[in-house]
């Protein structure tokens, strides 16, 4: 299939952002890929957000627009999704921008390697973004190789479950849609979809420029307040979604990770005075106690995890005691010494 013949579908959500869609609208438009079509999904917004889709709509035929009542990203995407005439899907939050040659590349890693979906690298921007350090390496990756990357969240690849930052063939996602109703809902989508690759590629290139700290923004709103009800029993899921696939392996491996966010979580609620929060997850793992002493001893697991899960489990004030004084001292001592 020779590139220029095959047409990609970005869908752009859109909710309450008049001041950062012309930005990311800008970086759009610009792509040095056509044909391309742009279909931006007005989310119910009920600020100048709708009035800037049509008129974007009105001066560029590449461009489509959904008005739709508020229904969350998910609904959002599943709306964009109806409509997609392309032969590659993308997504992009409409706070966000994009490179230029972002899907330039990406379809074109996609198209020399024969892989069904291409991940690229992303670059934090604003208040309190980290730093990115790309290599501009390109990697060939199989469905189990990406799998393990995408459930250890190996800080050295991207592969995580936000799918801004990739490039789907249609024909791997055609009858999967995101869970509506609930927030976190790139978990499970991007679980199915990598099961269903048999090959992905990996730039480690940043071409997506990802906001932080903005109050709305879909990634960043209500993320505390809902983990109980949207991200924690996603994890959950992909662990049981993996078994049922018959990838027992990278089930248990997905089950360690689970257990290993819960106690990173509990550290959180903690630090925010979400007693209740902080109490439910420590009776959740108490209830998954048995099945927690049989993943730990896989030969995966390592003897420091094995040991915080232990003392979490047992006395979970001495160990939130115990996380504080090497927050507050061993971390700096060591950093002073390197």
């Known amino acids: 299939m020779k590139q220029k013949s095959v047409r990609i579908s970005v869908i752009v959500t859109a909710y309450n952002i008049e001041n950062y869609l012309p930005g990311c609208m800008e970086s759009l438009l610009a792509q040095t890929y056509s ?24 001066e560029n035929d590449q461009v489509q627009v959904i008005h739709k009542e508020n229904g969350g990203p998910s609904a959002a995407r599943n709306a964009g999704l109806a409509v997609a005439k392309g032969d590659y899907i993308g997504y992009v939050d409409g706070d966000d921008r994009i490179e230029a040659d972002m899907y330039e590349n990406m379809l074109g890693a996609c198209l020399r390697t024969g892989a069904q979906i291409a991940i690229c690298a992303y670059r934090e921007v604003g208040e309190g973004a980290q730093e990115c350090h790309p290599t501009g390496r390109i990697l060939e990756l199989t469905r189990e190789q990406t799998l393990e990357l995408y459930i ?33 809902e790139d978990i499970m989508y991007t679980t199915w979809a990598l099961t269903r690759a048999s090959k992905c590629v990996f730039l480690d290139t940043p071409y997506y420029r990802y906001t932080v700290d903005r109050s709305g923004s879909i990634m960043n709103s209500q993320v505390h307040e809902r983990r109980f009800q949207d991200e924690i029993p996603f994890w959950k899921e992909q662990a049981d979604y993996l078994k049922k696939m018959g990838l027992q392996e990278l089930s248990e491996k997905s089950a360690y990770q689970f257990y290993r966010k819960m106690l990173f979580y509990y550290i959180d609620f903690k630090d925010r005075g979400m007693k209740d929060s902080a109490k439910e997850l420590m009776d959740f ?20 995890d094995k040991v915080r899960m232990k003392l979490a489990l047992c006395m979970p004030g001495v160990y939130y005691r115990i996380v504080k004084i090497y927050d507050r001292f061993i971390i700096p001592l060591r950093q002073r010494h390197c």
């Open 152 to 184: 250890s969240g190996d800080p050295q690849y991207h592969i995580y479950h936000s799918v801004w930052s990739k490039l789907f063939e249609r024909k791997v996602i055609e009858d999967i849609r995101f869970p509506e109703g609930r927030k976190s």
């Open 35 to 58: 044909p391309m079509e742009i279909i931006l999904v007005d989310d119910g917004s009920d600020d100048g957000t709708p009035g800037l889709c049509d008129r974007y709509a009105r």
């Open 285 to 304: 793992l108490r209830k998954e106690k048995q099945e927690i002493k049989r993943i730990y001893q896989k030969e995966f697991t390592s003897s420091g």
